[in-house]
């Protein structure tokens, strides 16, 4: 069965990485005005990078694994079965 999700998993991790991009530049713009800080810029504050990337990191790991899990039970409802470990207790 991993095998038939693995292209709706690709599809679904696409979308997760642009909807998780929009959160962050829409989240990022709540704390400053100007763009996200990167790590080869000369003159950005130690401080405001280490922010920058914890909230991306945040926001991109929790929107994946939201997506992820949505696209496995979407697939489970509609295959039957699960894609992935079945941790179910007997």
């Known amino acids: 069965m991993n095998l038939l999700f693995r ?7 696409l ?7 929009k959160i962050f530049d829409a989240s990022w713009r709540l704390i400053d005005g100007d763009q996200p800080p990167e790590a ?3 003159y950005i504050s130690t401080g405001k990078l280490v922010l920058s990337l914890a909230l991306e990191g945040a926001i991109f790991a929790l929107v ?11 697939f489970a409802n509609y295959t ?5 470990a079945d941790n179910s207790v007997e």
């Open 80 to 84: 039957g079965a699960w894609p992935g």
């Open 7 to 13: 292209p709706v998993g690709l599809i679904a991790g």
């Open 15 to 21: 979308i997760a990485g642009l909807l998780a991009r």
């Open 64 to 74: 994946r694994g939201l997506v992820d899990r949505g696209a496995r039970k979407a």
């Open 40 to 42: 080869d810029e000369r």
